[in-house]
């Protein structure tokens, strides 16, 4: 059985560079599939009543309500909102993919898919046994997506504070192993010289076409867009 004291997770970046996280175990997944549960129950129950005064309450009607609110409610706020439902914000925690980069609509969509699987043989009895014995707390949904759930810390003193640059969205398709480059070289950007900054951003000259300053802060843009930071 996974021992439910091992939390740490770590990924090591092509520059050697260590991104950690702490996994997040079933307890607080649990309690905010709840939060979230009740969440789209009282939606779903306003929504009914509203339509119902409307005259146009019926069978059909309620299935689309509740087909919206079982698979678009997750998949939505897990992409759009930093991989967090309301109830995985309120408990801390958010799902990423497993090389800790923001979660995307095909790993989203696939976890939340297979939460049919995970209900069987009723009250997701084996979602919860398949987490509590997988070595990363992963349900079948996360094993077939790639994805984890990891606790949202305070901030590391060993990462910079993200630099102060507009987030860009990378103008190719990135790699997994640029992604986790990206984020490692933006997260760790000040425990670097200026000189080894604009080194590692001129690796990336085939991509950002740009060197120097202007490539070091087209690099921070990208990271500061793959980590979330796009206010």
């Known amino acids: 059985m996974q021992n439910l004291l091992d939390t740490n997770y770590q990924v090591e970046t092509p520059e050697a560079i260590d991104l950690t ?11 905010a599939f709840l939060i979230d549960l009740l969440i789209r129950a009282v939606v779903g129950f306003v929504v009914l009543i509203v339509f119902m005064f409307a005259g146009v309450a019926g069978f059909g009607v309620s ?13 939505l706020f897990e992409v759009l909102r930093n991989g967090q439902t309301p109830g995985k914000k309120y408990l801390q925690i958010a799902v990423v993919n497993d090389d800790l980069t923001p979660v995307t ?23 919860l046994m398949v987490m509590c014995t997988t070595r990363n707390f992963q349900r079948l949904g996360d094993l077939a997506a790639g994805s984890i759930v990891i606790h949202k810390r305070l901030p590391d003193k060993s990462l910079s504070e993200l630099p102060k640059v507009p987030a860009m969205p990378p103008p190719v398709a990135l790699s997994l192993q640029d992604q986790i480059a990206i984020t490692g070289f933006v997260q760790r950007h000040d425990h670097l010289s200026t000189g ?28 500061n867009w793959l980590l979330g930071n796009r206010e």
């Open 196 to 223: 080894r900054q604009q080194e590692l951003a001129d690796i990336l000259t085939s991509i950002t076409e740009k060197e120097g300053e202007d490539g070091v802060k087209a690099v921070q843009g990208m990271g």
């Open 21 to 31: 996280a702490q996994l997040a175990g079933p307890v607080p997944r649990i309690l």
């Open 63 to 75: 299935a689309i309500v509740v087909f919206v609110l079982e698979w678009f409610y997750p998949v």
């Open 105 to 127: 609509w095909s790993t989203s969509i696939i976890r939340n898919l297979l939460r049919a699987a995970d209900f069987l043989p009723a009250s997701y009895v084996l979602g």
